[in-house]
């Protein structure tokens, strides 16, 4: 799949994990408690660059587009030029805020929220006209969406540099459907919920003094449902499965405890289950540059 298609966060749809600004134990005197046994909490702000590709981007609008002319060109006469469309998403800034709440003995919780608008690109799809002697009406089919999305997980270190996370999560998405031509416009809403859960792992590598590698990588489980749409809100649900994975680079700053990161974060998700068929054993995929502050106190 390519930056035709999911725009999510996952972000939004948004599943992410947020790791507590490393130290070291050179911090304190010899002989005390080192600065990572004791409780901190770290606040971070993050901005994702994503390219999204949307499970619904590769299914063909054919069939929307010719109950749209049935329905609004009733007459005897109805060409589809075209039977699929280009449909393309323009990538787009993804934001959010994390905050980090370590205990002693390695246990913690962790809670995130994220929001950004994905624009579709798609071009012309088909062409519809109720008269055969009469020029075609162009129509211009396209999808804008507001994703959103939060996590809270419980978070576990076994070590001073892994960290184990477990917990619920959220992603949704509000889309904006529109039909248009130089005649007549449509417009439809509905927001899809996505509920889940999601388990993974992160990791510090440190390369030199307070320079870190941060590898993680998790599982997600989304159970999905349709609101805002009387046609389908009450039968359409779905069930999807995949992964986040996410490679960084890391600086702390131990004067201002403050890490500065820069990365790549992808997800992927596979449709198993699905009131609508088109999507069935489809994928969806965001990926993208990350870059994140993290306050430690």
């Not at 994390?98 to 579709?120: E, M």
């Not at 416009?185 to 307070?210: C, M, P, W, Y």
């Not at 004067?255 to 489809?282: H, M, P, W």
């Amino acid at each position: 799949m390519t930056a035709r298609i999911l725009n999510i966060t996952a972000a939004l749809i948004i599943a992410v994990s947020a790791c507590p600004a490393p130290g070291t134990a050179d911090d304190t005197e010899p002989g005390t408690t080192s600065r990572e046994d004791r409780a901190h909490v770290s606040i971070s702000m993050s901005l994702d660059y994503a390219w999204w590709n949307p499970v619904w981007g590769t299914v063909s609008q054919a069939g929307d587009m010719l109950i749209y002319a049935l329905l609004n060109r009733g007459g005897p006469y109805i060409k589809l030029e075209e039977l699929s469309r280009a449909y393309d998403v323009d990538p787009a800034p993804l934001f959010g805020i994390s905050c980090d709440a370590r205990f002693t003995k390695g246990w913690g919780l962790s809670a995130s929220a994220g929001a950004g608008a994905y624009r579709d690109s798609s071009v012309m799809v088909a062409s519809l006209t109720t008269n055969p002697f009469a020029p075609s009406e162009y129509i211009r089919y396209r999808i804008d969406t507001i994703n959103f999305g939060g996590s809270v997980f419980a978070t576990y270190r076994p070590a001073e540099w892994a960290m184990l996370s477990f917990g619920p999560l959220y992603q949704g998405l509000m889309l904006r459907e529109r039909n248009s031509s130089y005649l007549t416009s449509q417009t439809g809403k509905e927001t899809i919920h996505n509920a889940g859960i999601s388990a993974g792992g992160s990791f510090d590598v440190r390369l030199v003094d307070n320079l870190f590698l941060r590898p993680s990588i998790s599982f997600i489980y989304l159970y999905g449902t349709v609101t805002g749409n009387p046609a389908i809100s009450s039968r359409r649900h779905s069930h999807a499965m995949g992964g986040v994975a996410n490679m960084s680079l890391a600086y702390y700053v131990e004067k201002i405890r403050v890490t500065f990161a820069l990365g790549f974060s992808c997800q992927v998700l596979r449709y198993l289950e699905v009131t609508n068929a088109d999507y069935l054993n489809r994928w969806d995929s965001r990926y993208g540059l990350t870059e994140s502050i993290i306050y430690t106190f």
